[in-house]
């Protein structure tokens, strides 16, 4: 049977008291079987931190999602210089389905995802308390969301507003399995049945997870994580509000300047959700691919362009210098030095963003006018000020500045239907391939186009 969850007691105890210290010292991970992860409330806890410990592995949420979305959505303004063929495929949109990134991302996110089912299947073993119950099952829900968004987004086409969006998105296994090593065919659910259990899961994350919950997801990154879906799925006005309530009311505050966004040991206080990073447990593909040797990488396998320094309109603005010289001569992003910090997966300033194209698309001024956001964190990294009116197009110029390599290029591409390279939006060489470990053991699942039966 294959485990269910491997973890460090003191590791535990760690999280507990939300040690600041990115570089304790852990014992070696303990395995506990299915059988035991089960049997009791403390063991449910425990393979709750589970999830987090599985979402945050370089393979899924420590690297690996953002950069294949940064690199299939990439066109001049970066360029991948490293060894490695798998991502060398994803920039160059040639994808073959026995891809590593691919199917380890496509793996790890199901796993991540049955062990999340298998806890909201046995909620009635925690007994202590109403709320704890309703805690654990809202954090769950909440991580099952935040997987099946990658999954939908990576290997579906795109949600398009005002259609049926009945388009093939990816398997919904929503029980739990003991042995997950056995075969589980099952069919590929439409993009719209995927985006409403998304929903679903976060609508009850946000109704009963705490204001605040040490480094664990909180009321407001379910409502932040619900205003990203709710822009993907170009509702404006639900991602607007969404935006606002947690700019209004989750006391997160932009950081005093751009580059003290990045690169922390704990959580700053512009964090609305992170992937914790030790320096034994969590992991980060940013560093290997992002960083140079010094500061723990490969030496700059994603190297920026000039194209990329030519978006700016002053190259003064602190994001435009937060770069530097990496080991072979090429400008690298500084979002990535410390190969210790945490993942900052969720940022206050991407609701500032959010708010504003909801406000400019709806025609609003909800919490704020488009112009107040957006000079919000122009003025942050030393930018001069815009003034109105402002439209999509400069938000999601904005978005380019502000979240370039978290992940989001090839998403704002698709779900505002411009060309990705010289390629529509909707071809289907930027839809990931369902890796060839699923289509080998599920016979029920169906391969996307262009990459065969």
């Not at 891809?99 to 991302?105: I, Q």
């Not at 409502?223 to 509000?241: E, I, K, T």
């Amino acid at each position: 049977m294959k485990s269910l969850y491997k973890f460090s007691f003191l590791f535990i105890l760690a999280l507990g008291f939300q040690s600041c210290d990115d570089n304790l010292e852990i014992d070696p991970q303990q395995s506990i079987d299915g059988s035991t992860a089960l049997a009791s409330e403390q063991n449910i806890s425990a393979l709750l931190l589970g999830i987090y410990e599985e979402s945050g592995q370089d393979v899924s949420f420590g690297g690996d999602l953002q950069i294949i979305a940064d690199l299939l959505g990439a066109s001049d303004e970066k360029s991948w210089f490293g060894t490695f063929l798998a991502p060398r495929q994803l920039i160059q949109k040639n994808i073959l389905v026995d891809n590593t990134f691919v199917s380890d991302s496509w793996a790890n996110g199901y796993e991540s995802i049955n062990q999340a089912n298998l806890i909201l299947d046995n909620l009635d073993i925690v007994t202590s308390s109403d709320d704890r119950r309703n805690v654990i099952e809202a954090e769950t829900k909440f991580l099952r969301a935040l997987n099946y968004f990658e999954l939908v987004r990576l290997w579906g086409l795109p949600y398009e507003a005002g259609t049926t969006n009945n388009q093939p998105g990816v398997p919904l296994r929503v029980i739990g399995y003991e042995d997950y090593s056995q075969p589980l065919p099952a069919e590929r659910a439409s993009v719209e049945e995927v985006y409403a259990l998304i929903l679903s899961d976060l609508e009850t994350a946000y109704a009963n997870l705490p204001v605040t919950n040490t480094i664990f997801a909180t009321k407001y990154a379910a409502q932040a994580l619900r205003a990203r879906v709710y822009l993907q799925m170009q509702n404006y006005a639900g991602a607007r509000d969404a935006a606002n309530d947690v700019i209004v009311n989750s006391g997160a505050r932009l950081a005093p300047n751009f580059a003290s966004a990045f690169n922390n040991d704990a959580n700053s206080v512009e964090d609305l959700f992170d992937f914790q990073v030790t320096n034994q447990t969590g992991d980060s593909d940013f560093i290997t691919f992002y960083a140079s040797q010094d500061n723990g990488g490969r030496g700059g396998d994603i190297v920026l362009n000039q194209a990329y320094f030519n978006l700016f309109d002053s190259q003064s603005d602190q994001r435009a210098q937060l770069t530097y010289i990496g080991d072979y001569g090429d400008d690298l992003t500084g979002k990535y030095t410390n190969q210790f910090a945490n993942i900052p997966l969720i940022r206050l300033a991407e609701m500032y963003l959010i708010r504003a194209e909801g406000n400019i698309m709806t025609n609003s001024n909800v919490g704020a006018s488009p112009e107040d956001d957006i000079n919000a964190l122009r003025l942050r990294s030393g930018a001069s000020t815009v003034s109105a009116p402002l439209t999509q197009e400069d938000i999601l110029l904005e978005r380019q500045l502000e979240l370039a390599f978290e992940g989001f290029l090839l998403h704002d591409l698709k779900r505002t239907q411009s060309d990705v390279d010289g390629l529509p939006y909707n071809d289907p060489s930027l839809v990931l391939p369902i890796p060839q470990t699923e289509m080998d053991t599920n016979n029920l699942i169906e391969q996307n186009p262009t990459y065969g039966s």
